[in-house]
């Protein structure tokens, strides 16, 4: 592969994984037209409510494209049916649970996140709308992220570009056109990820490697058997613990902006809605990595595993001096598109600076990331989240006493930066792992 190739990929998957917090980031920049900034924080909260809830269960996405991806590149069918089935009844068991105990998860999220008041109210509304889409939503992981492992990009940019497009349409009719404030911003959700999940259905029945095989009759044995689906629980464990860690720190961090006041409170949603799109670019960049790692399994080619190393390095020092140029330059501009409210928006500037120094710290773990998946050896990833996580903590305390709100920026912004340094401090385990894989196929 070149250069050239990568990007080929790359970019269609950066456009695809940029809608992804756009679902969010629209959700609280409709509402933030809204004068009161209430509104704001109250889709914040609810948007941190399902965050937990999906990025929970985000492993379905990323190991469901992995494993696709080796059995791509191995030409194996019946392991590509596996990779595709197996984990699209895993996550209609989750979102079908999810609905059944909806109640005491709005309870203990809300309880522990500290709202009162309206904000408490405003984001239970929210929640009680969006929460019948939680199957669709995790189904539609599994679909994305198989098409990813089949590198069929234009189908996975179409779901997801078709999904923002008409939730941003609908978002807009239901609170600016019709005064339907946070039941018209929770539908439009709710409809486009249902919708998104309907179009998966039409194009994976279309799908040559699912072809013949999509009736659940004629595909169910063997589905649940094999080292496969072994490997399946081994992978989702370590990307659900850290998954979890990530929670801890983004829930931690939304609930110790409680305490400073239901204007900082907005401030700091509009800064984290603008981080998830700066971090989604560098997941475009790690998709196309885990897809070039991941048949570089299926492949056993040791060539184009150390391409897809390469490439994620050179890139992810490229994307961070821009993203970082861009936001710098454009911030204002940025930060209004999200709300009306002066007094908020003078918050964002004063905190804005933190956000500038996320690229460069966090690049290299979120890219790099990607190459763990690919191999799916996430081991790695789980104990340097593990690593992050406990500096996270060993900082914020007494910063946060000392420097308040600047304090709690600190340590994310450290957090961003541990994950980076302790993946890559796992880069060469992981070239030792995948050299004795080529070697041990070499003597069988």
Not at 149 to 175: D, E, P, R, S
Not at 248 to 262: E, L, R, S
């Amino acid at each position: 592969m070149t250069t050239r190739s990568y990007l080929y990929l790359a970019i269609p998957l950066i456009i695809s994984t940029i809608t992804v917090p756009l679902l969010g980031a629209v959700d609280t920049a409709v509402v933030g037209q809204i004068p009161n900034p209430v509104y704001i924080g109250g889709i914040a909260v609810g948007t941190v409510i399902f965050n937990t809830m999906y990025w929970l269960f985000g492993f379905l996405r990323v190991s469901t494209s992995g494993f696709a991806a080796q059995a791509h590149g191995a030409n194996d069918s019946t392991r590509m049916a596996k990779s595709f089935y197996q984990p699209i009844i895993l996550a209609f068991c989750i979102g079908v649970i999810f609905i059944l105990l909806q109640k005491p998860i709005l309870y203990f999220a809300q309880l522990f996140l500290g709202v009162t008041g309206d904000v408490k109210q405003i984001s239970a509304d929210y929640y009680n709308i969006r929460i019948w889409g939680a199957p669709f939503t995790l189904m539609n992981y599994v679909i994305v992220g198989w098409l990813l492992g089949m590198a069929k990009i234009k189908w996975t940019v179409f779901i997801q570009v078709l999904m923002n497009v008409l939730n941003m349409i609908l978002a807009y009719l239901f609170v600016i056109v019709f005064p339907f404030q946070t039941a018209g911003v929770a539908s439009a959700t709710l409809i486009a990820e249902i919708t998104a999940f309907i179009l998966g259905v039409v194009i994976l029945a279309k799908t040559d490697q699912l072809k013949g095989t999509f009736s659940f009759l004629s595909s169910w044995s063997g589905m649940l058997e094999g080292t496969q689906i072994k490997k399946m629980f081994i992978v989702n464990r370590d990307l659900f613990i850290r998954t979890i860690c990530l929670l801890i720190v983004f829930n931690t961090f939304t609930a110790k902006g409680t305490a400073y006041g239901t204007e900082v409170l907005a401030a700091n949603a509009i800064l984290i809605q603008i981080h998830y799109i700066m971090a989604y670019f560098y997941d475009g960049l790690a998709n196309a990595s885990s897809i070039i790692t991941g048949r570089a399994v299926g492949q056993k080619n040791n060539e184009l595993y150390a391409f897809s190393v390469k490439m994620s390095f050179i890139w992810s020092i490229l994307f961070s001096a821009v993203i970082t140029a861009v936001f710098l330059l454009f911030r204002t501009e940025i930060l209004s598109f999200f709300t009306v409210s002066e007094e908020v928006l003078a918050i964002g500037e004063e905190y804005s600076l933190w956000l500038a120094l996320f690229p460069i710290c966090a690049s290299f773990g979120l890219v790099f990331y990607g190459i763990f998946t690919g191999a799916t050896e996430v081991g790695y990833v789980r104990n340097s989240m593990i690593g992050a996580v406990t500096l996270f903590f060993v900082v914020l305390f007494p910063a946060a006493d000392s420097w308040g709100n600047h304090g709690l920026w600190l340590a994310f912004i450290i957090f961003s930066l541990a994950r980076s340094v302790l993946l890559l401090l796992y880069m060469p385990k992981l070239a030792q792992r995948f050299t004795a894989f080529l070697n041990k196929d070499v003597k069988t």
